[in-house]
T-cell receptor
Framework: DAKTTQPNSMESNEEEPVHLPCNHSTISGTDYIHWYRQLPSQGPEYVIHGLTSNVNNRMASLAIAEDRKSSTLILHRATLRDAAVYYCILRGPYGGSQGNLIFGKGTKLSVKP | NAGVTQTPKFQVLKTGQSMTLQCAQD?????MSWYRQDPGMGLRLIHY???????DQGEVPNGYNVSRSTTEDFPLRLLSAAPSQTSVYFCASSYSGLGGGNYGYTFGSGTRLTVV
């Protein structure tokens, strides 16, 4: 399975932007880059995903490097509610095991008031 | 639109007992998965299904059985509970098909299981 590498933890100040990096040097051409987050004592929550182009939604932006070997999740204005573990995961496009999400340890984001 | 519903939310079992964790989704998703999360750790895939009648093992399948008789339901059975199965269990679902990578997963709120 393709792997991702994320920092174990990051800190941010409230109302400031946060850039969460993810390296995926062995990504295949058909893997989608997915981001999920898990708030304390809750199930994981979908944040955003993309293939090649940068993506924006109401929660965040995803910036994908041109060679696709790295990506960055951008929270434009961190709030205390954004404190969570953020997971960067590659998901294959076809049925079978490639379509599963295999979780790593993620990045624990702390937000200071 | 209820999403992914897991029952029960909490359960205490005695060693050797069996039980079934229920998972239901109302989004017509083909993919369904079960994960366990131990304290301070990430999620590990137990079993998954790519459609009704089709199941396969994930990273940690021992001690668990699954079946998928309908698109909506994907129950997880603990055959003979052991203390090592004390964990939080999450069910998830997603669209599949050739464009499967282009869809996100929806997770349930979890079942907290304690085996004594």
């Amino acid at each position: 399975d393709a792997k991702t590498t994320q920092p174990n933890s990051m800190e941010s100040n409230e109302e400031e932007p946060v850039h969460l990096p993810c390296n995926h040097s062995t990504i295949s051409g058909t893997d989608y880059i997915h981001w999920y987050r898990q708030l304390p004592s809750q199930g994981p929550e979908y944040v955003i995903h993309g293939l090649t182009s940068n993506v924006n939604n109401r929660m965040a932006s995803l910036a994908i490097a041109e060679d696709r070997k790295s990506s960055t999740l951008i929270l434009h204005r961190a709030t205390l509610r954004d404190a969570a573990v953020y997971y960067c995961i590659l998901r294959g496009p076809y049925g079978g095991s490639q379509g599963n999400l295999i979780f790593g340890k993620g990045t624990k984001l702390s937000v200071k008031p | 639109n209820a999403g992914v519903t897991q029952t029960p939310k909490f359960q205490v079992l005695k060693t050797g007992q069996s039980m079934t964790l229920q998972c239901a989704q109302d989004m017509n998703h083909e993919y369904m998965s079960w994960y366990r999360q131990d304290p301070g750790m990430g999620l590990r895939l137990i079993h998954y299904s790519v459609g009704a009648g089709i199941t396969d093992q994930g990273e940690v399948p021992n001690g668990y059985n699954v079946s998928r008789s309908t698109t909506e339901d994907f129950p997880l059975r603990l055959l003979s509970a052991a203390p090592s199965q004390t964990s939080v269990y999450f069910c998830a679902s997603s669209y599949s098909g050739l464009g499967g990578g282009n869809y996100g997963y929806t997770f349930g709120s979890g079942t907290r299981l304690t085996v004594v």
